[in-house]
């Protein structure tokens, strides 16, 4: 007998069999945007006092802050932030947590700081006068590595000397720094002295004039915050923006710039983005601006890149400021964009009721502002992204402890009214056949239409952040309600959704499709308690099942690919479908067995040697294709499924219509 080949729940992967897409023919890892989702106003609400251990790390924060979501659901955030316990302590890493953004309180099992600079500010030492990191080492953004296990997480940090010759001054070169931890953010690497650092902490943005020698203005690359982005052929990438100090150039204002690296092996290899494309070495390559007409040329500071889960879009919030401390203003802005490859971002906007004056330090070493390093998180969403409503922390006041405030705000994105979406007469349908009908209880399905969604994409990891079992039911906007229940969704684009039927579905399936809210028509098909269907892989205009045999081919035309053969009586074949009997919708799938299963091929028909539920609306049928066919001529045979009297058509719905084959030979 075949053995049962387990299969588990692929999240943000294709959903299919041995990398063969089930329900759509698109693989994008990240939304494609097709039709634009407008931003009407982005408004944040009136300044909230927030309850942090200020008397132990009354300079928090120094950069921006980092919101890490819980393991499991109702657990509490892990916040990483820049900060100083006071004027004699060294800047470094504190870790918060917090369940209600209200309250932050010191975890279990950290200490302050976890990492800091080998020197105070106002310290000089010979022997460290070129260390990248002296004065300054504080977190810009802390993330996870996906390419590793859970709790291996990256420090993107500011790294400061204020020592030229072995003299303090305030202005300083500055780099970004990167550093590790294993152990979820408890423990760093010791700096090491040098101007390059070591292999596991070390400058990876530099500009490109060299460390001093003498007095200077402010110099370096800057204020840093990270984001991680997954291509659309799987790669992880590090993407890096941070604020581009200029040197020896009058009037020149700071300039926001990005940088990325594909994650890996160390060193990663950051690249800047230089002239329209990612071109310069992250270390003495050049720096070039990212926004388009950013402020009228004010200065830039303060970025941070997020992806927004219900605009489809991502999202850059960045300082505008605009004449000198005590005599200018400064605001919150945002800008869009499709693609981190492209950096296509659009002509920055403000973000309502966040002008405020910009006044000097009483210190007079920098200027105060109630905005400074604002930092998004939105609740329920995963690390990095953002949906329509959240909240900004930021620092209110001067760098000093005892004139800094750590507050948040809360923000609403609302949109231009969303057109509603028409669903197209006669598509309700099974989502392996595409034949009208056939609704049974957590089995695929999909609708066509117009305006459905805004983009174009498959679930990811992050839609199924704080969902514990359940599955997502809704993408950047885009829900189904089957009987007015909220059904999963598994892909959107303007012209489909493909989703998972409701458990308790009976009788007659009234299907609706909601697009940021804007309800479409209804569309009514019969459900069913038995609805089988085999998912195709369409090769040529054929309609091969999506199978596999024991060694790892695929079945189809071996003239296509060396990756396809024929069956040959004997073998033992995998394969998939949907709709065999009624299972729990909405929820991580159980593994279970289902009886009385048949194939048919051509005229021949015997039972399967198993067949059972191994994913999500997915049921895996292993079957031997039987010796007769040794006798029989070779050729493509209609093939089919039945259970409990109900036979899978052999005819689907593909364009063009066709039979569901599988090619056999002798």
């Known amino acids: 007998m075949t053995s049962k080949r387990k299969r588990v729940l692929c999240v943000g992967g294709v959903l299919g069999a041995c990398g063969i897409a089930l329900l759509v023919f698109h693989n994008p890892a990240r939304a494609q945007q097709t039709a634009r989702l407008q931003i009407k106003s982005f408004s944040v609400g009136p300044d909230t006092t927030v309850s942090y251990p200020n008397s132990k790390i009354p300079a928090l924060p120094d950069e921006h802050t980092s919101f890490l979501p819980p393991a499991t659901p109702g657990g509490p955030y892990l916040v990483f932030g820049a900060a100083s316990a006071g004027a004699n302590d060294p800047w470094g890493v504190a870790v918060l947590q917090t369940t209600d953004f209200a309250t932050f309180t010191f975890p279990a099992g950290y200490n302050f700081p976890e990492l800091s600079s080998p020197l105070l500010f106002g310290q000089c030492i010979a022997a460290d006068n070129t260390t990248f990191d002296e004065n300054y080492a504080a977190p810009g953004s802390v993330v996870q590595d996906p390419t590793l296990p859970p709790g291996n997480l990256i420090m993107l940090y500011e790294a400061e000397t204020h020592c030229p010759g072995g003299v303090y001054q305030f202005p300083f070169y500055t780099t970004t720094g990167f550093a590790r931890s294993s152990d979820n953010g408890k423990t760093w690497p010791a700096p090491v002295i040098g101007a390059l650092g070591g292999p596991s902490r070390h400058p990876i943005l530099q500009p490109p004039e060299p460390q001093p020698t003498a007095p200077h203005s402010y110099i370096g690359d ?90 489809g879009m991502y999202l850059l919030i960045f300082l505008c400021q605009n004449g000198l401390a005590g005599s200018g203003t400064a605001a919150w802005y945002y800008s869009t964009a499709s693609s981190l490859d492209l950096q296509d971002w659009t002509a920055p906007q403000m973000i309502l009721n966040t002008q405020n004056p910009v006044t000097v330090c009483p210190d007079g070493n920098g200027g105060s502002y109630d905005g400074y390093y604002p930092s998004t998180v939105s609740p329920g969403a995963a690390a990095g992204h953002t949906k329509l409503t959240g909240y900004f922390f930021f620092l209110s006041g001067c760098g000093v402890p005892g004139n800094r405030q750590f507050l948040s705000r809360a923000f609403t994105i609302t949109t231009q009214p969303q057109a509603a979406p028409v669903l197209t007469s006669g598509t309700l349908a099974n989502g392996a056949t595409y034949v009208a009908g056939g609704l049974a209880p957590g089995s695929w399905a999909l609708v066509k239409g117009s305006n459905i969604a805004n983009v174009t994409r498959i679930w990811q990891a992050f839609d199924f952040t704080g969902l514990g079992n359940n599955l997502p039911t809704d993408l950047s906007g885009t829900e189904v309600k089957v009987n007015g229940i909220p059904a999963a969704v598994y892909y959107v684009s303007p012209s489909q959704v493909s989703f998972q039927v409701p458990s308790g579905i009976s009788g007659t399936a009234s299907v609706q499709v909601f697009n940021n809210g804007a309800a479409s028509n209804t569309l009514t098909a019969a459900a069913a308690a038995n609805a089988p269907g085999i998912f195709p892989n369409i090769v040529n205009k054929t309609n091969y099942p999506v199978a596999v045999f024991l060694d790892g081919e695929y079945v189809g035309d071996p003239s296509v690919s060396a990756a396809y053969r024929n069956a040959k009586p004997g073998d033992h074949v995998v394969m998939f479908a949907t709709g065999l009997v009624a299972v729990p919708g909405g929820v991580l799938p159980v593994a279970q067995t289902v009886s009385g299963v048949t194939v048919t091929i051509g005229t021949v028909t015997f039972p399967v040697d198993f067949a059972g539920l191994t994913f999500v609306g997915e049921f895996q049928i292993n079957f031997t294709v039987p010796q007769q066919f040794a006798t029989m001529a070779a050729g493509n045979y209609p093939l089919s499924i039945q259970v409990n009297g109900v036979s899978s058509p052999v005819t689907i719905n593909s364009s063009p219509p066709g039979p569901l084959v599988i090619p056999v030979q002798q």
């Open 222 to 311: 800057a204020i840093p915050s990270g984001f991680v982005d997954k291509t659309a052929n799987g790669d992880y990438y590090l993407y890096v923006s941070y604020t581009h100090y200029f040197v020896g150039t009058a009037g020149a204002s700071p300039q926001i710039g990005v940088a990325r690296a594909k994650l890996g092996a160390d060193p990663l290899n950051f690249q800047k983005w230089y002239n329209g494309s990612f071109s310069e070495p992250g270390i003495g390559g050049m720096d070039g601006s990212a926004i388009p007409s950013a402020c009228g040329g004010r200065s830039q500071f303060h970025s941070e890149i997020s992806y927004n889960d219900d605009l």
